[in-house]
């Protein structure tokens, strides 16, 4: 392929703004952020299933019988938001025609397949239209590459995290590029390690 545009992100990052680029494993995140807080005050296992406000605090209520009463209620819980439906009335996100795909794969075994692949860089390949693309980078100090895929598809009849059809999703890829052009390396890596890649899918939504 043909490197359309290149974004010094390291050092020059730092310079710019502050800070490095950083990624990262979520479950790595959520362990570190976890880590920070004082021993006691988080609470697993607790699905909201209402709340009400009375002005001076606000009641919750949980879906395994439990409740507390907070000064406070942050809803930062996702596009099924129960905090933003109680506030404003149900809703349905509107799909976006697409699909994301996600695997987490060891780097080493694309790095010995594909030795000619600098996978240092987070790099993105663009398809024939902005809507076919791969997004790879390194996670895990270097230890596994992540990878993105989209595609545009009709609406899944369920949404997943868990559902394993990312190498049926990277073989559409592959016929979408032109044979050896860049990412076909990558994809065809990632389906030859499907025992060691963990998958999930995404419908793209708003």
């Known amino acids: 392929g043909t490197v359309t545009s290149r974004v010094e992100m390291a050092e020059a990052a730092r310079l710019r703004y502050g800070a490095p680029m950083l990624t990262v494993h979520r479950a790595e995140l959520i362990d570190a952020l976890a880590a920070a807080l004082p021993r006691g005050c988080l609470h697993v296992g607790h699905r909201l299933s209402g709340f009400t406000d009375s002005g001076a605090d606000v009641r919750l209520e949980f879906e395994n019988g439990s409740g507390v009463t907070c000064d406070a209620l942050i809803g930062a819980d996702g596009i099924h938001s129960r905090v933003r439906q109680t506030l404003f009335g149900a809703d349905v996100p509107t799909y976006t025609g697409m699909i994301a795909w996600r695997a987490v794969v060891p780097a080493a075994i694309v790095e010995a397949a594909h030795p000619e692949i600098d996978l240092k860089p987070f790099t993105k390949w663009w398809g024939p239209t902005p809507d076919v693309q ?73």
């Not at 997943?160 to 990558?186: F, T």
């Not at 499907?194 to 419908?203: K, L, M, S, V």
Request: hydrophobic content about 50%.
């Open 134 to 206: 791969l997004v790879n980078f390194l996670i895990g100090g270097g230890r596994d590459l992540f990878v993105f895929a989209t595609l545009p598809a009709p609406e899944p009849d369920r949404e997943s995290w868990s559902l394993a059809q990312i190498l049926d999703h990277l073989i559409r890829i592959d016929g979408i590029y032109k044979a050896g052009e860049a990412p076909k390396p990558v994809a065809t890596t990632v389906k030859a390690a499907a025992p060691a890649a963990a998958a999930a899918e995404a419908p793209a939504k708003k």
